[in-house]
Structures are given as C-alpha cells and as structure tokens.
C-alpha cells in the first residue's frame, strides 16, 4: 500500500487532465440514476456491469473523479494481494515469495490510466479470480465440480464487465481439454457457467424490451463501425517495449535455470497461452488506449519474478532489480510528461477552454467527437456513443428511425445541441416541430428557446 502511494505521487503532480473515457464512465453513471437503461436510453458499448458498478457510484458520490481512483486504488490492491496468495498457495516457485506482489506494483504505474476504474480494470478482477481456479487444476484432483464451474462463471462475468475479454473462450476452451484435461461433463459445465451472467443479463433486457438494442451495441456494434483511437499503436509499442523485454527475459531464465516440476510445466504452459491470448484484446477493442492492456499484467509479473527469484549472480540481480523498480514508473512518467508537454495527450483527454462555458450547468446533446461540452453538463438524449449513433442518427428517410429520433429530442429537449458534422441541420428538415423548438446560437450549435 506504502509503495502503491509513493509511485502514485508524481502522477499526481502532473496534474493529468480528465480523460475522455472517464467523462463517458460518469455521464452513463449519472443517466442511469435519472433511470435510463444502459443501451436502451444510453447509446454505448460499455458491459452492462461495468456500467452498473458507474451507476451505483454515482448513486453514492456523484461525479467525483476521486471516488473512481479510490475504487480503483482498492480494486489493484485486491489483485495484487490475490495473484500473489494463489502463486505461492499453487506452488508456482519453490519458495514462497513477495516478489510476484512487487513486481505488479511496479507494474501497476506504467501507465496513469492503469489507476482509474475501467471497465478492463473490473473485468481484469474477475479474470484472475479464474486464473486461480485454473491453477488449482493444475494441483488437484480434476474431480471437483465446483472449480470447474468457477472458471467458467468468471470468465463469463468477466465478459459482462468488458466485451474484449471474449477473448478468453477459447482460451478456456484450449487450456481447459490440453492442460487441465477436461473431459464432455467438465467442458459443458465450465460452458454453462461461462455462459450464466450474459443469459441472465439477456433475459432482463428481453424482459424491458431491449434485447436487440442489448446485442447490437454490446456485441456487435462496435466491432462494425469506427473505434475511438486516443494514442496510436506505435505509442504502446514505445511504452510496453521496456516492460515486455523483462518478461521476455523472465521467461527465458526460467527456462534455461530452472527445471520445473510438471505442476509448474502446466503452469508455465497456461500463463504463455494466457499473455497470448491477452495481446489480442487489445487489437478488438474500441478504444485504444493503454489501460486496455492491464489484464496482461499477471503474466508479466509471473515471467519477471522469475528473474529475481532464479537469477544466481547476485550483483546482476541486484542491478536488475533497481532498474526495475526505478525505470518502469519513471518511463510512464516521461511518457505522460512528453504527451502533456506536446499537446498529444489532448486526443486523450476531455478538451478545456472558454468555448465550453457556454453548456455548463445545462443538458447537452454533443453530435460528434468534442466531449468538452459535456465536463460540466449533463447528457439529454441517449446518443452518447457518436460512432454508435450516427447510423441511427442517419436513418431520417426511414419512418421508424425517424419517429424514433423525434421521440427522443421531444420527450428529453436538450438545452445545447452541437451538431459538429451538420447532421442536427439536416434532421430538422424532417422534423419541423422539433425546428420550432430550436434556434441557431452560432455554427454548430443550437440552443432550446
């Protein structure tokens, strides 16, 4: 805890700006008090738990960026603590060791956004919570039902808490029949349990009536149309480059120093197909941003604790060690720093200046990328997911969607409409009443008479 405070500070002191997927977190949170439905009344494709878990935060604090940390604080602790116990419980080295705790600590301050709450954040949680009953598989007789259920059961809420981690089905799938051995009767019930918390959440939405709205923007949506690119792929290559080094180089010792007993073969052999498996969520995700890549962290840690467990020179050791522990926060720093210092990082974050004062304390509908308007106002109207909602937006000539469109704008009425690509314009060619309840401000922007 000591050391996850003292790596936090100098994040603190560079004053990082609000970034645009916490403002997201926060306007779902805040609409679904007003008792909106996620999907249904909120365009997005955030988990439904995820945005459950927004939901109840804002029922407790409000918008209070500082809530989303402390929660997150507490969430990265708990994993940290949890990977730690189920190595030294499972035998995953031969002495029991704080070191795995360590070096996921460090880990945890390679990048500031791994610090928030996000949905990969909660996701990650439950993905360990399996992680563990696989490696009890690797220990025990395979006879038990009940973790075998369990791995199944948190992986799928894993799922419900952030779409990418579908990744890991067949990942279930593969190590379940080659490491663990699962037989037919193991498989299906690890797939019943896989599959319990999205039936559960599909009947509720079938229940409100919003099961297709559920799938399409949950499911599908976002793998169809465009994604949200807030740093490129070449960022996270200069970022990640340093710490998967010391993976790479934690495999490779404990491969050529150490001969494993076949528990920890198996071990060895689910944590290569677990990394595997958790670079591809990064390339599925809608938003590319750093802290999609925090569910890789437990098998970084794994391979580079086996060099300060393995490693016998201990002067190389030692030098390891503080390069270590100084260089992979000091990096996320610099790289945060260059990012402020250049402007980059406002692709990032939530745009600041003058041109925003003119929504606060009012209801915004934003058509379009800028959610500066929206920093110290509240969303009307469900469209939030501009990528997600422009498709419907544009289905003016067709009389549902239109009579859909019109429902929204006239049962909500937002204050400010910033109609960024023109599209508002041309929708109030269609809806004449909705035109007479509107006036033009200035380019762009039309305000509630």
């Not at 890789?296 to 490693?311: C, D, K, R, V």
């Not at 109207?381 to 501009?386: F, V």
């Not at 000539?397 to 929204?408: D, E, Q, R, V, W």
Request: proline share 4%; charged share 10%; with cysteine.
């Amino acid at each position: 805890m000591f050391l996850l405070l003292i790596l936090r500070i100098p994040y603190w002191l560079l004053e990082i700006p609000l970034l645009q997927p916490e403002l997201v977190w926060m306007l779902i949170g805040e609409r679904m008090s007003q008792g909106h439905s996620m999907y249904v009344g909120i365009v997005d494709d955030m988990g439904p738990l995820s945005a459950g878990v927004y939901w109840l935060l804002h029922l407790m604090v409000g918008k209070s960026l500082l809530a989303y940390k402390i929660a997150a604080g507490g969430l990265i602790l708990f994993q940290i603590g949890f990977v730690n116990n189920f190595l030294i419980q499972f035998k995953a080295f031969e002495d029991n060791s704080y070191i795995p705790a360590l070096v996921m600590t460090v880990f945890f301050h390679l990048s500031f956004d791994f610090l928030t709450l996000s949905p990969a954040l909660m996701g990650s949680t439950f993905v360990i919570l399996a992680l563990a009953q696989l490696f009890s598989q690797t220990v025990r007789h395979q006879d038990q039902p009940e973790p075998v259920f369990l791995v199944g059961l948190f992986f799928g809420i894993a799922l419900c808490f952030h779409f990418p981690l579908i990744v890991y089905l067949p990942f279930l799938i593969i190590v379940g029949i080659v490491i663990s051995g699962f037989n037919l009767s193991q498989l299906i019930l690890c797939m019943a349990g896989y599959f319990l918390p999205l039936s559960l959440i599909a009947v509720y939405y079938f229940w409100i009536d919003g099961l297709t709205e559920f799938l399409f923007e949950f499911a599908f949506a976002t793998r169809l149309v465009e994604g949200y690119h807030y740093v490129s792929y070449w960022d996270l290559a200069i970022l990640f480059a340093f710490p998967l080094s010391y993976t790479l180089v934690g495999f490779v010792i404990g491969s050529l120093l150490k001969r494993l007993t076949v528990n920890q073969q198996k071990q060895n052999q689910l944590i290569i197909l677990y990394m595997l498996f958790s670079l591809v969520t990064v390339f599925i995700s809608n938003r590319t941003t750093p802290y999609q890549w925090v569910v890789i962290l437990p098998g970084m840690a794994y391979y580079t604790s086996q060099i300060f467990i393995y490693l016998n020179r201990k002067t190389l050791r030692t030098a390891l060690f503080y390069i270590f522990l100084f260089g992979i926060p000091i990096s996320g720093y610099l790289w945060v720093y260059q990012k402020i210092n250049t402007g980059e990082i406002n692709s990032y974050a939530v745009g600041t200046g003058s041109q925003y004062g003119l929504t606060e304390n009012a209801t915004v509908l934003v058509l379009g990328e800028d959610m500066g308007y929206y920093r110290n106002a509240s969303l009307a109207g469900p469209y939030l997911n501009y990528h997600l909602s422009k498709p419907a937006l544009n289905d003016y000539k067709n009389y549902p969607g239109l009579t859909k469109i019109y429902a929204s704008f006239k049962n909500e009425k937002p204050e400010y409409v910033i109609d960024e690509e023109g599209i508002f314009a041309t929708l109030l060619e269609y809806l004449p009443e909705i035109e007479a309840d509107y006036a033009l401000e200035k380019e762009g922007v039309y305000k509630l008479k």
